[in-house]
Nanobody, 121 residues
């Protein structure tokens, strides 16, 4: 069984920083792309950032220059460093990974349970 668990959310003032972490655990053969999404109250879940297994990254325009995604492939972890936070960054942040589990043929997408980020203005 594969699990993704996020941590690092919390309450921060506008202009502050937070670092989110997500660890994939269980019977994992390989991990392809790892991503962060977020969902604000009353809004659809939106893509935030992605990091491939080869190191390439991409971001939604609204966070470029403020957020940085990184990975520790040895530990099956992905991070999201969030700087210069704004009130509009308030949301539940979800970790997502495309991976191959040892007991499942092919690549499947897995999600974490989410971590709340609240930015006060």
């Amino acid at each position: 069984q594969v699990q993704l668990v996020e941590s690092g959310g919390g309450l921060v003032q506008a202009g502050g920083s937070l670092r989110l972490s997500c660890r994939a655990s269980g019977s994992i053969f390989s991990i392809n792309t790892m991503r962060w999404y977020r969902q604000a109250p009353g809004k659809q879940r939106e893509f935030v950032a992605a990091a491939s297994s080869g190191g390439s990254t991409n971001y939604v325009d609204s966070v470029k220059g403020r957020f940085t995604i990184s990975r520790d492939n040895a530990k099956n972890m992905v991070f999201l460093q969030m700087n210069s936070l704004k009130s509009e960054d308030t949301a539940v942040y979800y970790c997502n990974a495309d991976l191959t589990a040892r007991s499942v043929v092919g690549v499947s997408s897995y999600w974490g349970q989410g971590t709340q980020v609240t930015v006060s203005s």
